[in-house]
């Protein structure tokens, strides 16, 4: 168990170094601003965030300065054997790792966050809908039916563990690693802000095409609510 344990410590240390590394280059060879969202699969929260929020990136051009980054962990657990126990169950871990292949498989944001909006919209009938509308199905499948979306899984997980602040909750939306906490809905004008880049703002920054602060109760999932088994 001792062994186990040191192992597991060491994967976690060594994929920690990687992930560290890799958000440094990708830092140094772009200007667009860094926003990552760590959510789960059938939080509603996160799914409503998905569905009517990110999507404001792509129906506009706000994409041409955002680096999207999707990472489908949220409030789960990794065991000592590396079993990864989901808040929602069975079906949330599938639907993480499903729409962590389709990030493998389309590394495109602009591709794969598409698909994993139509799967967030339609949990329970998402082969017929979305893999129907937006094609992959062997890659996901292989994917998901091999060792990949293990890997992927885990990776998603220490990228998730590692954070600090460590998350409180999901969604967790980080704008150039800095969290957004309570002001998630207002994503738009922190994006816009935190843009540094030598190209024109996009459209969608100008004060008069923003809209409007909502002020509501945040509504999200907390990591330490219970996980169900």
Same mark, same amino acid.
């Given at each position: 168990?001792?062994?186990?344990? !040191?192992?597991?410590?060491?994967?976690?240390?060594?994929?920690?170094?990687?992930?560290?590394?890799?958000?440094?280059? !990708?830092?140094?060879?772009?200007?667009? !601003?860094?926003?990552?969202?760590?959510?789960?699969?059938?939080?509603?929260?996160?799914?409503?965030?998905?569905?009517?929020?990110?999507?404001?990136?792509?129906?506009?051009?706000?994409?041409?300065?955002?680096?999207?980054?999707? #990472?489908?962990?949220?409030?789960?657990?990794?065991?000592?054997?590396?079993?990864?126990?989901?808040?929602?169950?069975?079906?949330?871990?599938?639907?993480?790792?499903?729409?962590?292949?389709?990030?493998?498989?389309?590394?495109?944001?602009?591709?794969?966050?598409?698909?994993?909006?139509? !799967?967030?919209?339609?949990?329970?009938?998402?082969?017929?809908?979305?893999?129907?509308?937006?094609?992959?199905?062997?890659? #996901?499948?292989?994917?998901?039916?091999?060792?990949?979306?293990?890997?992927?899984?885990?990776?998603?997980?220490?990228?998730?563990?590692?954070?600090?602040?460590?998350?409180?909750?999901?969604?967790?939306?980080?704008?150039?690693?800095?969290?957004?906490?309570?002001?998630?809905?207002?994503?738009?004008?922190?994006?816009?802000?935190?843009?540094?880049?030598?190209?024109?703002?996009?459209?969608?920054?100008?004060?008069?095409?923003?809209?409007?602060?909502?002020?509501?109760?945040?509504?999200?999932?907390?990591?330490?609510?219970?996980?169900?088994?």
């Amino acid at each position: 168990m001792a062994s186990s344990s !040191v192992n597991n410590f060491m994967f976690f240390f060594l994929a920690s170094l990687l992930f560290t590394f890799s958000e440094n280059f !990708v830092a140094g060879e772009s200007d667009k !601003v860094k926003l990552n969202l760590y959510y789960e699969s059938l939080c509603p929260y996160c799914q409503k965030f998905i569905a009517d929020e990110l999507v404001k990136i792509f129906n506009s051009d706000l994409h041409t300065i955002t680096d999207l980054n999707l #990472i489908p962990f949220g409030n789960a657990r990794v065991s000592d054997d590396m079993t990864v126990t989901c808040q929602h169950g069975e079906e949330e871990c599938k639907l993480n790792a499903i729409e962590a292949c389709a990030i493998s498989t389309w590394p495109d944001p602009k591709m794969h966050y598409w698909f994993i909006r139509c !799967v967030e919209k339609h949990t329970k009938n998402w082969e017929s809908s979305c893999v129907k509308e937006y094609g992959g199905e062997k890659a #996901i499948k292989d994917c998901y039916s091999g060792d990949l979306s293990k890997s992927l899984i885990i990776e998603y997980a220490n990228q998730t563990l590692s954070l600090k602040p460590k998350h409180e909750y999901v969604p967790w939306v980080t704008v150039n690693g800095k969290p957004l906490y309570d002001d998630m809905d207002d994503f738009v004008d922190r994006v816009c802000k935190a843009y540094k880049g030598k190209s024109p703002l996009p459209k969608l920054c100008n004060s008069s095409a923003l809209p409007k602060k909502k002020v509501s109760k945040l509504q999200v999932s907390f990591a330490d609510e219970s996980i169900n088994n």
